[in-house]
């Protein structure tokens, strides 16, 4: 199993402000993802990461960006927050073994609400 | 396309019944892997139960167990003895080498178990 930490878990900020949502995982994990899910809606992947210097945008348009410095980090910002940004951002990562496939690991998630 | 449908977006089931949640995908290729996540109240993702295409003994996690049927492109979710803690959203997904690994969701089954 991967330790995948989020923070800030929630975060209320006013209309265009830029924020940053941090995500870090200990296992060594090549490929990071961030997803964003409305309340019990399905998962949207806005970004992913296939290793340091390594990202690409998802099936979801987003205003956000993010960046793959190290391994173990994997922040997404928002430049300008707007009410739209409203939604859940989960992170998670995964490593594909031989024989054993991939399996994606989430962490616990940041609630973002803007005013 | 790849697509996963679960086609109950709400269940209800008293405390240790079992229960059992549908999906079905649609997907060109051989070999891929299925999961199961639930994602409780607190809104982390967690993976109940992960099957590969290749293999065809269903998979079993304690109460948790899959009906894998590769033919019908089916994979439903069996809960046994059922427990207050199981209330959650589920979403089934699956990846494969076409889709470069990456998960494709379902839109959820919303499960509560009533006491």
């Known amino acids: 199993e991967a330790d995948i930490y989020q923070t800030p878990r929630y975060l209320v900020i006013g209309t265009g402000k830029k924020i940053t949502l941090e995500c870090s995982q200990t296992?060594?994990?090549?490929?990071m993802y961030w997803y964003q899910q409305d309340p019990g809606m399905e998962l949207h992947l806005i970004h992913y990461?296939?290793?340091?210097?390594?990202?690409e945008k998802g099936d979801l348009s987003s205003e956000s960006t993010v960046s793959r410095i190290r391994t173990e980090h994997f922040p997404l910002t928002l430049e300008s927050a707007r009410p739209s940004h409203t939604s859940q951002y989960l992170c998670?990562?995964?490593?594909?073994?031989?024989?054993?496939?991939?399996?994606?690991?989430f962490g616990p998630g940041t609630r973002l609400l803007v005013l | 396309a790849q697509t996963v449908t679960q086609s109950q977006p709400e269940m209800s089931v008293q405390e240790a019944e079992t229960v059992t949640l549908s999906c079905t995908y649609d997907?060109?290729?051989?070999?891929?892997?299925l999961f199961w996540y639930k994602q409780p109240p607190s809104r982390q993702m967690i993976l109940v139960i992960r099957?590969?295409?290749?293999k065809q003994q269903n998979a079993t996690e304690n109460r948790f167990s899959v009906n894998f049927q590769k033919a019908a492109k089916s994979f439903s979710l069996k809960i046994s003895d059922s427990q207050l803690g199981d209330t959650a959203m589920y979403f089934c997904?699956?990846?494969?080498?076409?889709?470069?690994?990456?998960?494709?969701w379902g839109a959820g089954t919303k499960l509560i178990i009533k006491p």
């Open positions: 998670a990562s995964s490593e594909y073994r031989r024989g054993a496939g991939e399996t994606q690991y």
């Open positions: 296992m060594g994990h090549d490929k």
């Open positions: 990461s296939y290793g340091v210097n390594s990202t």
């Open positions: 997907t060109s290729e051989s070999n891929y892997y």
């Open positions: 099957q590969e295409a290749y």
């Open positions: 997904a699956f990846m494969t080498m076409d889709s470069n690994y990456q998960l494709i």
